[in-house]
């Protein structure tokens, strides 16, 4: 009896280890916490002061401007930036409607995304809240939500040279990935 009740209490702390790591994808949405979440309030209030980062780094990869991309290129993988970068090529020139209804147009590459890709939305959220489902130590998966209580949007971040990089893009209601399989 005594030798059960000694490895009861050795084992205690991994039980609780164990219950610990399993809540951490369950928990409820809060302000950034993490670290991984943080590198994602800061993609947002990024992606909300200057504009698109994604078309940022096509446009200076074109030759078109360095608007903030010496900001914007260390918060995303290169991975991430080219699949956008090709959903965008893939969709441009494509026929759009003007506001008539009637009338179509081949869409310049301003038009072609009608929603914003880091927030998995056509508007930015004022208040976003945050919950890592999975954390490693080099890669997360991070959710956000503005309403309190849906997933949005999942994020996979990558630790490269001791930073978060947003590496993937999972938006829930759309269903469109970037660099997710």
């Known amino acids: 009896m005594k030798t059960l009740s000694r490895l009861s209490i050795l084992a205690l702390p991994l039980i609780i280890a164990?219950?610990?790591a399993q809540a951490q994808g369950t928990g409820a949405f809060h302000p950034a916490q993490t670290d991984a979440?943080?590198?994602?309030?800061?993609?947002?209030?990024?992606?909300?002061s200057g504009g698109d980062i994604f078309r940022a780094l096509r446009d200076y990869k074109h030759?078109?401007?360095?608007?903030?991309?010496?900001?914007?290129?260390?918060?995303?993988t290169n991975n991430l930036a080219k699949a956008?970068?090709?959903?965008?090529?893939s969709i441009e020139g494509q026929q759009c409607l003007a506001p008539d209804g009637k009338t179509a147009f081949t869409?310049?590459?301003t038009r072609?995304?009608?929603?914003?890709?880091v927030f998995?939305?056509?508007?930015?959220?004022?208040?976003?809240?945050?919950?890592t489902l999975s954390d490693n130590g080099a890669r997360a998966t991070v959710s956000y939500t503005w309403d309190g209580t849906t997933d949005h949007a999942k994020y996979n971040l990558v630790k490269i040279k001791g930073l978060w990089r947003l590496d993937?893009?999972?938006?829930?209601?759309?269903?469109?990935?970037?660099?997710?399989?």
Do not use: H, W
């Not at 956008?84 to 090529?89: A, F, H, M, S, W």
């Not at 072609?112 to 890709?117: G, K, L």
């Not at 939305?121 to 809240?129: F, L, M």
């Open 84 to 89: 956008v970068e090709k959903t965008d090529d």
């Open 63 to 76: 030759g078109k401007g360095k608007r903030k991309v010496l900001d914007y290129a260390p918060l995303v």
């Open 120 to 131: 998995c939305a056509q508007n930015y959220p004022e208040s976003p809240v945050f919950r």
């Open 168 to 181: 993937g893009v999972e938006c829930a209601k759309t269903g469109k990935k970037y660099n997710v399989q």
């Open 37 to 48: 979440e943080k590198t994602m309030l800061t993609i947002f209030d990024a992606q909300k």
């Open 18 to 20: 164990a219950g610990c």
């Open 107 to 109: 869409c310049p590459m």
């Open 112 to 117: 072609t995304r009608t929603f914003d890709v």
